[in-house]
């Protein structure tokens, strides 16, 4: 079957089909959407969002930050005329601190080893005294190891001291 729907130009960014098919789906799920009206519905979602982007840009740079946060985007809402919208986002933004917050709090690798933090503090000691000792045996061997190579080119020089006498 051959599309009827106009390709978007190459430099022209949409959003993904499967997302719109799916946000269509979940809105009217016992109701046909024809393909044009699909790519319209993705085309007018594309021009939001960049109509939207650019006035959050506006704002921002009237406000000499050079970063557009939430509060540029509410504002450019409330300025585009979609101030229900504006209400709905700040809702949004809100949910979406208090799970970060709480998904912030639970992701520590503390909390999710399970061990309370005493237990990891006292294996972390043992950790660093096995180390210490690993490192003095290690240097210990090395004095054995030079103090063996000195008496050996001791002895070497005495046998060559030796038999250079008894020439």
Known sequence: MASTAIPPEDD???LPRASINKMIKEL???TRVANESRELIMNCCTEFIHLLASEANDICNLRQ?????AEHVVSALDKLGFEDYAKEAEEVLRDCKAVAAKR??????LENLGIPEEELLRQQ???FAKAREEQA???QQQWQQLQQLQQMQQASMQ???SEQEDY
């Open 137 to 139: 045996v290690a240097e």
């Open 65 to 69: 930050k050079k970063t557009i946060n």
């Open 159 to 161: 046998q060559a001291d």
């Open 28 to 30: 009217l799920p016992n």
């Open 125 to 127: 000691q043992e950790l």
């Open 12 to 14: 022209e960014l949409t």
């Open 104 to 109: 912030r709090r639970q992701s520590t690798r």
